[in-house]
């Protein structure tokens, strides 16, 4: 697993295959909280840090494609 201190509020968020996510909102024990562009359209979301595969240059970069990665909440 990546090192968490790594992720920065703001750091982007993409899936596997390159498709923007969100933004970090902030980091819990277990999971990211996901910032979406527009709030007022949409609830906040959950990933679990074990999808994480890589923080490069601040983006979070998942081992799950985007929309499989949101259907994994946690």
Known sequence: MSDLTNIKKGSEIIGADGVHIGYVA????????ISQDDLKASP????????????ENG????????????????
């Open 44 to 55: 906040r979301r959950y990933i679990s840090v074990g999808l994480i595969a890589d923080i």
């Open 59 to 74: 983006t979070v970069r998942l081992s799950a494609n985007a929309d499989v990665a949101i259907t994994l909440e946690d």
């Open 26 to 33: 902030k980091i819990e024990k277990h999971r990211i909280q």
